[in-house]
Every structure is written in C-alpha cells, then in structure tokens.
T-cell receptor, first 115, second 116 residues
C-alpha cells in the first residue's frame, strides 16, 4: 500500500528558531500534499494544500509567512515553522494524494514542542 | 458549508459490549465521500473506511460495521464485542468528490475507552 513518511517524528526547539518538517511519499508520486495541525484533544485542522511546483493554498487564518510550504518534487513536501513560539506546539500531520485518486494517505505525524 | 458533527465526546464501555459512534454531516454537494479514521495514542491515523454518497449499502468488516443513511445525513460506526485494543479516538470525516482539491473535513472526534 501507499506509504507516507514524516521526519522528524518529534522535535523540541527553543522559541524563535525555525523548524522544518519533511513529508515524503515513499512508493508513489503525490501531485497534491496536505498539511494538518492537531492540538491536544482536538481534531485535525487543514492548514494548507500544496501542489507540486506551485504555491500552496492556505486555509483561512493560517499565516503563510509563518508556515512556509514547499512542494519541490512529486515525492517531497516540507513545512517550515518560522520563528516558532510555544503556541505553535502541536502535532503536525501531512497527507499525500496520488494523481487525483481521491484517497489521501496520511503520514505518522510530527510532534513539535517549542520551549 | 461542509460540517461533520460527532456529538459524543467520550464513550467508555466494558470489554465485549457493543458500542456505536455517531456521525452527522452537512454538505450542499450531492457527491461526496465519508470516512472513518482511528487514532490510537501513538497519533498515527488509521484508515477504516471510505464510502461514497452513491452507495448507501451498509458495510461490515469483522467486528466493525457502518450504517450510512442519506435521509438523516448520518454515517454511524458500530464496534461489536469491543476489545481493549479498540481504545482510541475515532474521527468521522467528509470530502467532496469532484473538486480542484479533495479537502477532508474532520469531525471533532470521539474518544473511546474500553475497560477490561
């Protein structure tokens, strides 16, 4: 089956630093990747949708200058949390969709803790 | 606007009991997908089922069954003879079928605890 990986699985950083999270589709080409954020005991909220080679589309209320998304290839998307603050601490999950197959495959998630 | 409501925030039952998780959705689209996902404590989402709006047949997979009723906009999930390993947060979700980006809208989740 289709596998999506995320790296790192968890990260602790100091306030003010930037953190990059990678999302890779391991055995298929993902034309579209999605980034979600999940705060403790809450649901998954879509942050942005990215298509390979084009700018990401951000959901309302998500700061595009703070959450930089790059989808440089059909197997890799990155989310960079710039100047992270404690309120950015969350569980970040990516998903990948194979060429409009209408099925999203989810990564295992990345836990970010900003001190 | 699309919306998924899971009114049950937490459910706790004793092992071997049957339990039903409710899901009610709202959408103006006539074509859509409905999903159920399981999220164990590890955090990784486990896909359970996807059902399209054209298919109202109920589905059974082992101890799991799903009841889809368009008339009431509900897609309920039943676990029969529950086990401790079923303890997790369960999310119901909805997405459009024909759109430029197949966004998934998640419900708030139901935390299921199975007591031994």
């Amino acid at each position: 089956g289709a596998v999506v990986s995320q790296h790192p699985s968890w990260v602790i950083c100091k306030s003010g630093t930037s953190v990059k999270i990678e999302c890779r589709s391991l055995d298929f080409q993902a034309t579209t990747m999605f980034w979600y954020r999940q705060f403790p005991k809450q649901s998954l909220m879509l942050m942005a949708t990215s298509n390979e080679g084009s700018k990401a589309t951000y959901e309302q209320g998500v700061e595009k200058d703070k959450f930089l998304i790059n989808h440089a290839s059909l197997t890799l998307s990155t989310l960079t949390v710039t100047s992270a603050h404690p309120e950015d601490s969350s569980f970040y999950i990516c998903s990948a969709e194979q060429d409009r197959q209408e099925t999203q495959y989810f990564g295992p998630g990345t836990r970010l803790l900003v001190l | 606007a699309q919306k998924v409501t899971q009114a049950q925030t937490e459910i706790s039952v004793v092992e071997k009991e049957d339990v039903t998780l409710d899901c009610v959705y709202e959408t103006r689209d006539t074509t859509y997908y409905l999903f159920w996902y399981k999220q164990p404590p590890s955090g990784e989402l486990v896909f359970l089922i996807r059902r399209n709006s054209f298919d109202e047949q109920n589905e059974i997979s082992g101890r799991y069954s799903w009841n889809f009723q368009k008339s009431t906009s509900s897609f309920n999930f039943t676990i029969t003879a529950s086990q401790v390993v079923d303890s997790a947060v369960y999310f119901c979700a909805l997405s459009e079928i024909y759109s430029s980006a197949s966004k998934i809208i998640f419900g708030s989740g139901t935390r299921l605890s199975i007591r031994p």
